[in-house]
């Protein structure tokens, strides 16, 4: 600790709070440059949907994790106020007059409102206690609405739902947005404005409460702070954000079915939340970008990719529950210490076994769904650019050699690994 | 000397079982008072009964003469009574600065407020820090709660409790389970914190008690069976018979 001295250790509290004062520029300005010039990169019209998607489920995401990560709220039922908020938007889109006066680009405001108004009525009983209770009644409420979506078949359109057109709002500046890319930037301009929004709520009194009550909700009310009514506003606003979300869904795909209201998409947002990591701001935007892409370009490869994302998510929730944030933000206190790139071998040869292991076990998993689905006669399959019969014994062979070579040459070198990661968390010079 | 938390005939039961059994009590402004008696004796009860956590069955509790029946934690707080927790009670996963920032909020009138960013208001970041300061937690300043020792924790509640500016603060046991050394450290800092203000506490080391309290009460089976200064209640042959008498030979 003897290279310490050069700073004044009486003084941490003066060193510490000109860094926390500002708030962080940098990664909003670089990801402001990114949404600009991303579809420069990428031109192809696939690829511009995904980034679209991509986007919205970031907005929802972040919004989930208003409550998740920020106010300790557990939601099953969070997708009714998106959906919501896009089935409004959608209806606006269908009242002629009225839409043709609003500019498409302010059309997510309303979605906004409206997921704000159904948060503020199921908030108002709902927020009273965290933990099961809420989760309890937050399940019961996202059943109940996705129930009405065949019921209240004048809002929700039964069971093919409600499509409108976008095109017939007042033209902004002279766009329409009949082009996919014009939407993009609609949706971009949005995800700034939201994330934004989203991180400075985060900063204020308000959210740092959600905090404390998240944390401690007993020691809140000894500070003042009803527990109830904090996890109310964070509720309200939450369902705000999820209503933009909705609104762009509706903007974006011009429909809303059922499907945008019901437990599985309620559940994959909570996924996609957890995945990318609940504790940190930019967890849920990791999140939502890995999702969108294995959702979008596995699903074109396998027909199993759902179950893939499951082990993916069992595995993050057993031994990463901090998400791909916190295995991120594991390598900080090494990337201080400037040993980071002693970490790149050992990683390389555990991390790529495993890879290896992976793709083995993989191949194996769709062998055998090839092996017992395909319809009869059909012995020609495909994997990794290679078509082999899968009722022979060779490819077989090849996969198990892969999957036990790769897991068992990973398996050898983790305990490298961990010295190498006990090596550069260690400052030099002190002793293990 | 006007009354700064009065009790009258304050009663609780948890069904049949009556915890609290009639107390009347009247503690002045800028007194240091120590609640003591044996384990079970109802303290902590007493505590909870005064700061809202549990609704009282019969009596009334009064704080600078408005009552406090049917009132939530957060309002009694907001009418300035801070508590600490028997066991520690803090924001485990938040940052120490933090911890105390978020006690100075509402009082600071920041209420729920959510259009001005906490870390520009140069009002709550120095108030946290001079809080810090008071409590020697300066050099701990951005590490999470969690992860401070046990008696810089027991620190930082009493920050927590303090930092609201609150004039009636009542400590529930806050040298439980610490060291010679941490609980005169503990003791000095409670005496400098709470300098001018008014101090409940419950306590079981009758060191801590005698150096500290103007005031004493001795609660045992749910009532009061003495009050007075330190040199009284050590002279009362009830309370000696009751509970003190083995507890000060020890010492």
Same mark, same amino acid.
Request: charged content about 15%; glycine content about 10%.
């Given at each position: 600790m003897t290279d310490q001295s050069t700073t004044d250790p009486t003084k941490p509290a003066q060193r510490m709070r000109a860094g926390s004062m500002?708030?962080?520029?940098?990664?909003?300005?670089?990801?402001?440059?990114?949404?600009?010039?991303?579809?420069?990169?990428?031109?192809?019209?696939?690829?511009?949907?995904?980034?679209?998607? #991509?986007?919205?489920?970031?907005? $929802? @995401?972040?919004?989930?994790?208003? /409550? &998740?990560?920020?106010? =300790?709220? %557990?939601?099953?039922?969070?997708?009714?106020?998106?959906?919501?908020?896009?089935?409004?938007?959608?209806?606006? #889109?269908?009242?002629?007059?009225? $839409? @043709?006066?609003?500019?498409?680009? /302010? &059309?997510?405001?309303? =979605?906004? %409102?409206m997921g704000m108004g159904l948060a503020t009525i199921v908030g108002s009983f709902s927020t009273r206690k965290a933990g099961t209770v809420f989760a309890m009644i937050s399940l019961g409420v996202g059943e109940l609405i996705a129930a009405c979506s065949v019921i209240i078949v004048a809002f929700f359109g039964g069971e093919e739902g409600i499509s409108g057109d976008r095109t017939y709002g007042m033209p902004f500046f002279g766009v329409e947005f009949l082009q996919q890319i014009e939407v993009y930037?609609?949706?971009?301009?949005?995800?700034?404005?939201?994330?934004?929004?989203?991180?400075?709520?985060?900063?204020?009194?308000?959210?740092?409460?959600a905090n404390a009550v998240r944390d401690n909700p007993e020691r809140a009310e000894f500070l003042g702070y009803s527990a109830r009514w904090v996890r109310f506003y964070s509720f309200v606003a939450s369902g705000f954000f999820a209503g933009i979300a909705g609104a762009l869904f509706a903007i974006n795909y011009e429909i809303l079915t059922e499907e945008n209201l019901n437990t599985t998409q309620s559940g994959i947002i909570l996924l996609v939340t957890f995945l990318g990591g609940v504790g940190f701001f930019f967890g849920p935007i990791l999140g939502a970008i890995v999702f969108t892409l294995v959702q979008t370009v596995l699903s074109l490869q396998t027909e199993l990719w759902a179950f893939y994302l499951g082990i993916v998510f069992v595995v993050t929730v057993m031994f990463f529950p901090g998400g791909l944030a916190g295995i991120i933000m594991m390598h900080v206190p090494a990337m201080r210490l400037g040993k980071l790139g002693r970490l790149g071998v050992p990683y390389l040869k555990t991390?790529?076994?495993?890879?290896?292991?992976?793709f083995g076990a993989a191949a194996l998993i769709e062998m055998t769904f090839h092996f017992r689905h395909a319809s009869t006669g059909d012995h020609e399959m495909t994997i990794y650019w290679t078509t082999f019969d899968s009722h022979t014994v060779l490819p077989w062979i090849i996969a198990i050699a892969f999957t036990v070579f790769g897991f068992g040459v990973a398996r050898r070198t983790a305990p490298d690994l961990v010295d190498a990661w006990n090596d550069a968390n260690t400052p030099n010079g002190a002793t293990q | 000397m006007s009354a700064a938390l009065e009790l009258d005939g304050l009663k609780k039961s948890f069904g049949q079982t009556e915890i609290i059994r009639g107390v009347d009590l009247s503690i002045g402004k800028g007194e240091r008072h120590a609640i003591i008696g044996p384990n079970g004796a109802g303290k902590s009860t007493l505590f909870n009964l005064i700061t809202g956590r549990f609704p009282q069955t019969a009596g009334a509790i009064r704080l600078h003469g408005q009552d406090l029946a049917g009132k939530a934690p957060y309002e009694i707080n907001r009418m300035g009574l801070s508590r600490s927790f028997q066991i520690t009670n803090i924001f485990p996963k938040m940052t120490v600065f933090e911890n105390v920032r978020c006690s100075l909020l509402w009082s600071m009138g920041y209420r729920y407020n959510f259009w001005s960013v906490v870390s520009r208001s140069r009002a709550l970041t120095e108030g946290a820090d001079s809080i810090l300061e008071q409590i020697n937690l300066?050099?701990?300043?951005?590490?999470?709660?969690?992860?401070?020792?046990?008696?810089?924790?027991?620190?930082?509640?009493?920050?927590?409790?303090?930092?609201?500016?609150?004039?009636?603060?009542?400590?529930?046991?806050?040298?439980?389970?610490?060291?010679?050394?941490?609980?005169?450290?503990?003791?000095?800092?409670?005496?400098?914190?709470?300098?001018?203000?008014?101090?409940?506490?419950?306590?079981?080391?009758?060191?801590?008690?005698?150096?500290?309290?103007?005031?004493?009460?001795?609660?045992?089976?749910?009532?009061?069976?003495?009050?007075?200064?330190?040199e009284d209640v050590r002279a009362n042959p009830k309370v000696q018979e009751a509970y003190l008498g083995e507890a000060l030979e020890t010492h």
């Amino acid at each position: 600790m003897t290279d310490q001295s050069t700073t004044d250790p009486t003084k941490p509290a003066q060193r510490m709070r000109a860094g926390s004062m500002a708030i962080p520029l940098l990664p909003w300005c670089v990801a402001a440059v990114l949404l600009l010039v991303l579809p420069f990169i990428f031109t192809a019209n696939s690829a511009i949907t995904i980034m679209n998607q #991509m986007a919205i489920t970031i907005i $929802f @995401a972040l919004a989930y994790n208003m /409550l &998740l990560g920020q106010g =300790g709220m %557990l939601s099953f039922g969070h997708a009714v106020y998106a959906g919501v908020g896009g089935f409004a938007c959608v209806h606006i #889109m269908n009242m002629d007059d009225f $839409f @043709a006066s609003i500019p498409l680009p /302010l &059309l997510p405001i309303f =979605g906004g %409102l409206m997921g704000m108004g159904l948060a503020t009525i199921v908030g108002s009983f709902s927020t009273r206690k965290a933990g099961t209770v809420f989760a309890m009644i937050s399940l019961g409420v996202g059943e109940l609405i996705a129930a009405c979506s065949v019921i209240i078949v004048a809002f929700f359109g039964g069971e093919e739902g409600i499509s409108g057109d976008r095109t017939y709002g007042m033209p902004f500046f002279g766009v329409e947005f009949l082009q996919q890319i014009e939407v993009y930037y609609l949706i971009a301009v949005w995800l700034m404005i939201s994330a934004a929004l989203m991180y400075l709520y985060s900063r204020t009194p308000l959210g740092r409460m959600a905090n404390a009550v998240r944390d401690n909700p007993e020691r809140a009310e000894f500070l003042g702070y009803s527990a109830r009514w904090v996890r109310f506003y964070s509720f309200v606003a939450s369902g705000f954000f999820a209503g933009i979300a909705g609104a762009l869904f509706a903007i974006n795909y011009e429909i809303l079915t059922e499907e945008n209201l019901n437990t599985t998409q309620s559940g994959i947002i909570l996924l996609v939340t957890f995945l990318g990591g609940v504790g940190f701001f930019f967890g849920p935007i990791l999140g939502a970008i890995v999702f969108t892409l294995v959702q979008t370009v596995l699903s074109l490869q396998t027909e199993l990719w759902a179950f893939y994302l499951g082990i993916v998510f069992v595995v993050t929730v057993m031994f990463f529950p901090g998400g791909l944030a916190g295995i991120i933000m594991m390598h900080v206190p090494a990337m201080r210490l400037g040993k980071l790139g002693r970490l790149g071998v050992p990683y390389l040869k555990t991390l790529g076994a495993g890879m290896i292991g992976c793709f083995g076990a993989a191949a194996l998993i769709e062998m055998t769904f090839h092996f017992r689905h395909a319809s009869t006669g059909d012995h020609e399959m495909t994997i990794y650019w290679t078509t082999f019969d899968s009722h022979t014994v060779l490819p077989w062979i090849i996969a198990i050699a892969f999957t036990v070579f790769g897991f068992g040459v990973a398996r050898r070198t983790a305990p490298d690994l961990v010295d190498a990661w006990n090596d550069a968390n260690t400052p030099n010079g002190a002793t293990q | 000397m006007s009354a700064a938390l009065e009790l009258d005939g304050l009663k609780k039961s948890f069904g049949q079982t009556e915890i609290i059994r009639g107390v009347d009590l009247s503690i002045g402004k800028g007194e240091r008072h120590a609640i003591i008696g044996p384990n079970g004796a109802g303290k902590s009860t007493l505590f909870n009964l005064i700061t809202g956590r549990f609704p009282q069955t019969a009596g009334a509790i009064r704080l600078h003469g408005q009552d406090l029946a049917g009132k939530a934690p957060y309002e009694i707080n907001r009418m300035g009574l801070s508590r600490s927790f028997q066991i520690t009670n803090i924001f485990p996963k938040m940052t120490v600065f933090e911890n105390v920032r978020c006690s100075l909020l509402w009082s600071m009138g920041y209420r729920y407020n959510f259009w001005s960013v906490v870390s520009r208001s140069r009002a709550l970041t120095e108030g946290a820090d001079s809080i810090l300061e008071q409590i020697n937690l300066t050099a701990r300043r951005d590490l999470p709660a969690g992860v401070l020792s046990y008696a810089e924790q027991r620190a930082l509640e009493i920050g927590i409790t303090i930092a609201g500016g609150a004039d009636v603060i009542m400590l529930d046991e806050p040298t439980a389970g610490m060291s010679h050394s941490e609980t005169d450290y503990i003791v000095d800092l409670i005496r400098t914190v709470t300098t001018g203000k008014t101090l409940v506490m419950v306590e079981h080391d009758m060191g801590v008690v005698f150096g500290l309290a103007d005031q004493i009460s001795v609660l045992v089976y749910g009532e009061i069976i003495a009050t007075g200064t330190p040199e009284d209640v050590r002279a009362n042959p009830k309370v000696q018979e009751a509970y003190l008498g083995e507890a000060l030979e020890t010492h």
